[in-house]
Nanobody
Framework: QLQLVESGGGLVQPGGSLRLSCAAS????????IGWFRQTPGKEREGVSC????????NYADSVKGRFTISRDNAKKTVYLQMNRLKPEDTGIYYC???????????????????WGQGTQVTVSS
């Protein structure tokens, strides 16, 4: 069975940091681009970052460039999102997902992805 399980969210003050983890099972992780997305009620799901199967290329939304870093450890079957200098507008439910096509360099559009984790809540507030 294919599973993606997010963890690492929580409540943090502005300027703080969190590291999110996405644990994958049931598929060959190193075949797939993995993306991180976030959702706030009343807004479109926003692509935050994505990383190609081998980790040789990454993309970031303009709003998080210079603050967030995506990485992967295929041996551990885990993808990470390091979030630094957090802002209140970073608040949301963060999801990881796999690109639907193996070896495709998927971007930050949610329709490119098929399976989603349950999400982890990130709240940035003082």
């Amino acid at each position: 069975q294919l599973q993606l399980v997010e963890s690492g969210g929580g409540l943090v003050q502005p300027g703080g940091s969190l590291r999110l983890s996405c644990a994958a099972s049931g598929f060959t992780l190193d075949y797939y681009t993995i993306g991180w997305f976030r959702q706030t009620p009343g807004k479109e799901r926003e692509g935050v970052s994505c990383i190609t199967p081998s980790g040789d290329s990454t993309n970031y939304a303009d709003s998080v460039k210079g603050r967030f870093t995506i990485s992967r450890d295929n041996a551990k079957k885990t993808v990470y999102l390091q979030m630094n200098r957090l802002k209140p507008e970073d608040t949301g439910i963060y999801y990881c997902s796999k690109c639907s096509v193996p070896f495709r360099r998927c971007g930050l559009t949610s329709s490119e992805y098929d399976y989603w984790g349950q999400g982890t809540q990130v709240t940035v507030s003082s």
